[in-house]
């Protein structure tokens, strides 16, 4: 009897071999293997493939035209940061005003960017290596740089989930819902900002109606001036009192980028509804959360602002998917 059992015991062996496997591949795909879906820049002579979940194509740009195109943003940009007034804390040309200001609230550290910009144009967004992908990811001092913003904060994270709504820079890269309760921010052609839910509309909808950018981390905490979280109203499992990264309008092209500091003993950090109380009392109109934790990360003229920490003994960055910035 005894005999059998040992037999039966061997047998299932190869099943819990190949169930290990199975389940680190699963933890593999899932965080770490990257996977690129989209190249987004395109450069004279350069072919840039775009894909979604249901189609692929590549379109080639004749060398003339690029020519014109690049002829004309050299111009743009030229003429439009001329002459820049810079300060450790602030930045002024014609186009883009912008004042960080550090605040102390609930015993936590919090850095606001105030933001005003001619042209919605300049409230842009940018992937980790240029890449539209899953697990593509870089520091985002490092994505700021390669796209010579001025200010940036981390994302919305989007690779480290397989669905929500992506739309960055007026391009749709993924209409898969979350679920249709899910709380999405669209920034729409006029500057404005708008809470949506994927189960009242489509990510193409969005699109058709002049969304520019739409991130699917969330939730909303602030709209039509009162705020709309909980105070029980968590992320996920995350602790209560957490770095926090927030984007908010006060009116259009009038905002603030929010980076608050945490899990330290200098800095508590704050719960979702604690960062909304603090915004609500700048005035803010629309507040949005964004990926918090160790990626809260703020970067200023290439200089990091805040602290970004995971595990709160040591001040380090995170690699994200992408940034929101202000630049040309």
Same mark, same amino acid.
């Given at each position: 009897?005894?005999?059998?059992?040992?037999?039966?015991?061997?047998?299932?062996?190869?099943?819990?071999?190949?169930?290990?496997?199975?389940?680190?591949?699963?933890?593999?795909?899932?965080?770490?293997?990257?996977?690129?879906?989209?190249?987004?820049?395109?450069?004279?002579? =350069?072919?840039?493939?775009?894909?979604?979940?249901?189609?692929?194509?590549?379109?080639?740009?004749?060398?003339?035209?690029?020519?014109?195109?690049?002829?004309?943003?050299?111009?743009?940009?030229?003429?439009?940061?001329?002459?820049?007034?810079?300060?450790?804390?602030?930045?002024?040309?014609?186009?883009?005003?912008?004042?960080?200001?550090?605040?102390?609230?609930?015993?936590?550290?919090?850095?606001?960017?105030?933001?005003?910009?001619?042209?919605?144009?300049?409230?842009?967004?940018?992937?980790?290596?240029?890449?539209?992908?899953?697990?593509?990811?870089?520091?985002?001092?490092?994505?700021?740089?390669?796209?010579?913003?001025?200010?940036?904060?981390?994302?919305?994270?989007?690779?480290?989930?397989?669905?929500?709504?992506?739309?960055?820079?007026?391009?749709?890269?993924?209409?898969?819902?979350?679920?249709?309760?899910?709380?999405?921010?669209?920034?729409?052609?006029?500057?404005?900002?708008?809470?949506?839910?994927?189960?009242?509309?489509?990510?193409?909808?969005? /699109?058709?109606?002049?969304?520019?950018?739409?991130?699917?981390?969330?939730?909303?905490?602030?709209?039509?001036? =009162?705020?709309?979280?909980?105070?029980?109203?968590?992320?996920?499992?995350?602790?209560?009192?957490?770095?926090?990264?927030?984007?908010?309008?006060?009116?259009? /092209?009038?905002?603030?980028?929010?980076?608050?500091?945490?899990?330290?003993?200098?800095?508590?950090?704050?719960?979702?509804?604690?960062?909304?109380?603090?915004?609500?009392?700048? %005035?803010?109109?629309?507040?949005?959360? /964004?990926?918090?934790? %160790?990626?809260?990360?703020?970067?200023?003229?290439?200089?990091?602002?805040?602290?970004?920490?995971?595990?709160?003994?040591?001040?380090?960055?995170?690699?994200?998917?992408?940034?929101?910035?202000?630049?040309?």
């Amino acid at each position: 009897m005894k005999k059998g059992n040992k037999k039966r015991r061997m047998f299932h062996i190869p099943d819990c071999v190949l169930i290990l496997g199975l389940s680190v591949f699963v933890l593999l795909d899932s965080f770490v293997i990257a996977r690129a879906y989209d190249t987004v820049p395109v450069t004279e002579g =350069e072919t840039a493939l775009k894909s979604s979940s249901n189609y692929v194509y590549a379109t080639e740009y004749e060398d003339e035209e690029s020519e014109e195109v690049s002829e004309s943003s050299e111009a743009e940009t030229d003429a439009s940061s001329s002459d820049p007034v810079i300060t450790d804390t602030s930045y002024e040309d014609e186009n883009i005003s912008i004042e960080i200001e550090e605040y102390r609230y609930e015993d936590t550290t919090i850095y606001v960017a105030d933001v005003e910009v001619s042209s919605v144009e300049y409230l842009r967004s940018a992937f980790a290596n240029a890449t539209y992908g899953k697990n593509v990811t870089a520091a985002t001092s490092d994505i700021a740089d390669s796209v010579d913003a001025i200010l940036a904060i981390n994302g919305d994270y989007y690779g480290a989930r397989n669905s929500g709504y992506v739309i960055r820079n007026g391009e749709l890269y993924r209409e898969s819902s979350s679920g249709d309760s899910t709380e999405d921010l669209a920034v729409m052609s006029d500057g404005s900002f708008e809470i949506v839910t994927e189960g009242a509309t489509t990510a193409s909808e969005l /699109l058709e109606a002049g969304a520019l950018q739409v991130y699917s981390f969330g939730p909303a905490l602030i709209e039509d001036g =009162e705020i709309v979280v909980g105070e029980d109203d968590e992320v996920g499992k995350a602790m209560a009192s957490n770095p926090r990264t927030a984007i908010c309008e006060i009116s259009p /092209l009038h905002y603030l980028l929010v980076v608050s500091d945490g899990r330290t003993d200098e800095s508590e950090g704050l719960s979702l509804y604690q960062m909304a109380e603090f915004l609500e009392s700048l %005035g803010v109109e629309t507040a949005y959360n /964004l990926d918090g934790g %160790g990626s809260s990360t703020m970067v200023f003229n290439g200089e990091l602002v805040n602290n970004p920490t995971t595990s709160g003994r040591s001040v380090k960055e995170r690699s994200v998917s992408d940034i929101v910035y202000i630049g040309y």
